[in-house]
């Protein structure tokens, strides 16, 4: 006797359609469109959670280097400065920093420049 397999692929049948819930015209209602939008947009979810990653560095940097060029110095001197003087800060908190509390950052800054510059 042939067995149809209809308990199992109702089974996928029911994830995918869960998944493309939301999705307008045939990709919402009808199973092959649905799972071919619902792969493709897992597709895009992974490549885009390392884009984002990317971008929001970039941020930061951007955002460092505002406020590093309102101090007078350019963003890769601090970088160096910092790295030199032992302080252990990563790009997201000197942004963080930059934007919540000037007054911090600007010691961080100034730490960064050194004693030969800083005089």
Do not use: T
Not at 40 to 61: H, N, Q, V
Request: one cysteine or more; charged letters at 30%.
């Amino acid at each position: 006797m042939r067995v149809k397999g209809g308990v199992k692929n109702n089974k996928r049948h029911k994830k995918y359609m869960k998944l493309a819930k939301g999705y307008r015209g045939g990709r919402g209602v009808l199973y092959r469109s649905a799972r071919e939008g619902v792969e493709k947009g897992l597709c895009f979810a992974y490549r885009d959670r390392k884009a984002r990653k990317r971008e929001m560095r970039s941020l930061w940097i951007v955002r460092i280097s505002a406020a590093a060029k309102e101090l007078g110095l350019s963003y890769s001197r601090l970088i160096d400065g910092l790295n030199k003087s032992g302080m252990i800060i990563d790009r997201k908190m000197l942004a963080e920093l930059a934007v919540a509390d000037p007054n911090a950052f600007a010691q961080l800054a100034k730490s960064a420049q050194g004693p030969a510059i800083a005089a």
